[in-house]
């Protein structure tokens, strides 16, 4: 999501959409659900690029090792 | 803002398929959703389902019941933010005009929506239930979620309702979602969330996407 140009993704509700379904569904072997999401376009290069970094996930450096 | 991946994203592989098979497979699943909703899927359809994922009864006043019929999505994108009199909204994937319609209705004759679907069925029932409905802010156009016939920065929100899913690459969908919003536009989605890793082999095999 982020990559694409967006910011502020949000899991905003999820449902089970395939229980009581005339057929079944291999979906359920996958444990899936249905949700709704949003998020929103980057206002501007500045804020993608800040949203970017803030996917970085550094590891505390070790010490004494 | 497009197109630019780095270190600290990762993006989703795209599963070696047929991508011409797939599509066609798609269509003919939701062909028969769209001339018979009747038919019984392995999802949901219709009034139960659209009550089911908590769309108001005013949402649905004047919208064609062969629309409704047809209804296929997996969550509310409407749920996720009210739309704005005059707003531009993009759908993508609209199936038979459902959410297209409701959209209509909410941004009013000064707004403007665009449902844009790969499959002529659910096309055909998406413009009768626009005329039935008297709504002229709403116009449906063929195409791929993948290449929307939609100009740049356009639209103040795009929806989408259980298709992302269906569309092998993901990466190229939203970046053609991200291309035809506005700055600052909002994206609220409708979609599956899978909570177990799925084998890749299970990503190649077309009758699973459908079924």
Same mark, same amino acid.
């Given at each position: ?9 949000? %899991?905003? &509700?999820?449902?089970? #959409? ?5 057929? &079944?569904? &291999? ?7 249905? %949700? ?6 980057? #206002? ?18 070790? &010490?004494? #090792? | 803002? /497009? ?12 599963? *070696? ?13 939701? *062909?028969?959703? =769209? ?11 219709? @009034? ?21 019929? $047809? ?31 409701? *959209? ?19 096309? *055909?029932?998406? @413009?009768?239930?626009?005329?039935? =409905? /008297? ?5 449906? /156009? ?12 356009? =639209? ?44 890749? $082999?299970?990503?190649?095999?077309? $009758?699973?996407?459908?079924?």
């Amino acid at each position: 999501m982020t990559a694409a140009g967006f910011v502020g993704f949000e %899991i905003h &509700s999820r449902t089970d #959409v395939y229980a009581g379904a005339e057929q &079944s569904s &291999s979906a359920a072997n996958f444990g899936t659900l249905g %949700i709704t999401f949003r998020a929103r376009k980057a #206002v501007s290069d500045d804020e993608w690029q800040a949203a970017l970094l803030a996917l970085s996930c550094e590891l505390p450096q070790a &010490s004494g #090792v | 803002m /497009r197109g630019v991946s780095n270190d600290m994203t990762q993006t989703i592989g795209i599963p *070696a398929i047929d991508l011409e098979a797939l599509r066609q497979a798609i269509q003919d699943e939701y *062909a028969l959703v =769209a001339d018979q909703p009747e038919h019984g899927f392995h999802f949901l359809v219709g @009034r139960p389902l659209a009550q089911l994922l908590g769309y108001q009864p005013d949402w649905l006043e004047g919208i064609p019941e062969p629309t409704i019929a $047809s209804f296929a999505g997996t969550g509310n994108p409407f749920s996720a933010g009210p739309l704005q009199p005059g707003e531009h909204v993009v759908d993508v994937g609209c199936g038979g005009g459902i959410d297209s319609l409701i *959209a209509a209705k909410m941004v009013g004759p000064v707004g403007a929506v665009v449902g844009v679907d790969m499959t002529p069925a659910m096309l *055909a029932k998406a @413009r009768a239930s626009a005329v039935a =409905a /008297r709504l002229d802010n709403v116009e449906f /156009r063929e195409g791929f979620g993948e290449a929307l016939a939609v100009e740049d920065d356009w =639209a103040d929100l795009v929806i989408s309702n259980g298709v992302l899913n269906l569309m092998p690459d993901k990466d190229a969908a939203l970046r053609e979602m991200a291309r035809v919003l506005k700055p600052g536009g909002r994206l609220q989605i409708g979609d599956i969330l899978v909570q177990k890793a799925v084998p890749q $082999s299970a990503k190649e095999d077309i $009758s699973l996407w459908t079924g």
